[in-house]
């Protein structure tokens, strides 16, 4: 008997446009996804904790793991790095459960290139307008960072064509709405492609 694979979800999009927030909620509702906590060289934030929101490290720790291919991807963001272990990825894969990653979109064209079989789905905002006044709400950013990331947005905005499915980020009870149907239609599809081999195992073997 075959075992089947997990299934990839790469939930990405420019800062500011609510990735984390309707991960959350998602995560809240989904006990079937698997997410994966990423590594980062950023500063803990107040409410953050280590192997929760991310694990934090040192610069010379993460290039270490760089140059051990211990990230599947990684991306220099606004002067830190972001990156996703690969061993998690691929053990949790293999046990055939959903991984689910939130990244930026420089890390999400490198899964893309590894993982090609992979669902990218890119959050949209719904204005450039309400991009800007979500950052600055937040409150994380000082003055500077907020022009670099509306500035980093726009570039990412640009690769929207090379993800399987936009979700406009207006509310986000919709948005999650919106990607739980996906995770529910990316596995009918598979099922499909499953029935399809088992049709010709079945003939092959009379
Ligand atoms: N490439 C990559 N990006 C990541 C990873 N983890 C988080 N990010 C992204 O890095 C960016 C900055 O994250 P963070 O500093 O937590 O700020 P925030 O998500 O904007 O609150 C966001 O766009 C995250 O989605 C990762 O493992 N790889
Ligand atoms: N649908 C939404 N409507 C209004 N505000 C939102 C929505 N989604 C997220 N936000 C707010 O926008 C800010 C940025 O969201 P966050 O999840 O940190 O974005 P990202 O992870 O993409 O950088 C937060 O203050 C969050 O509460």
């Known amino acids: 008997m075959i075992k089947e694979k997990g299934i990839l979800f790469v939930l990405s999009g420019p800062s500011g446009v609510g990735k984390g ?23 803990i934030r107040s409410g953050e904790q280590e192997g929760m929101d991310y ?6 720790e993460f290039e270490q793991m760089i140059r051990n291919n211990k990230l ?6 606004v002067g830190n790095y972001y990156g996703t272990p690969r061993d998690y990825v691929e053990e949790t894969l293999e046990s055939g459960k959903d991984v689910f990653l939130e990244i930026e979109v420089q890390g999400a064209l490198q899964v ?4 090609p079989e992979g669902v990218f789905i890119f959050l949209f905002p719904p204005s450039l307008d ?3 006044n979500r950052i600055i709400n937040r409150g994380t950013e000082t003055e500077d ?3 670099n990331r509306l500035l980093a947005a726009k570039e990412e905005i640009e690769m929207m064509d090379a993800y399987d499915y936009v979700v406009v980020n207006d509310e986000v009870e919709t948005a999650v ?6 995770v529910r239609s990316e596995h009918c599809k598979r099922e499909r492609v499953a029935k399809q081999y088992k049709k010709i195992l079945e003939a092959e073997l009379g």
């Open 130 to 132: 309400e991009l800007k």
């Open 55 to 60: 694990f934090y490290r040192s610069k010379q």
């Open 112 to 115: 893309k290139e590894n993982f």
């Open 72 to 77: 599947l991807e990684y991306a220099e963001y």
């Open 145 to 147: 960072l907020v022009r």
């Open 177 to 182: 709405k919106k990607v739980q149907s996906i």
């Open 21 to 43: 927030t309707v991960r959350k909620a998602l995560f809240e509702k989904d006990t079937e996804l698997k997410y994966s906590i990423s590594m980062t060289t950023r500063p």
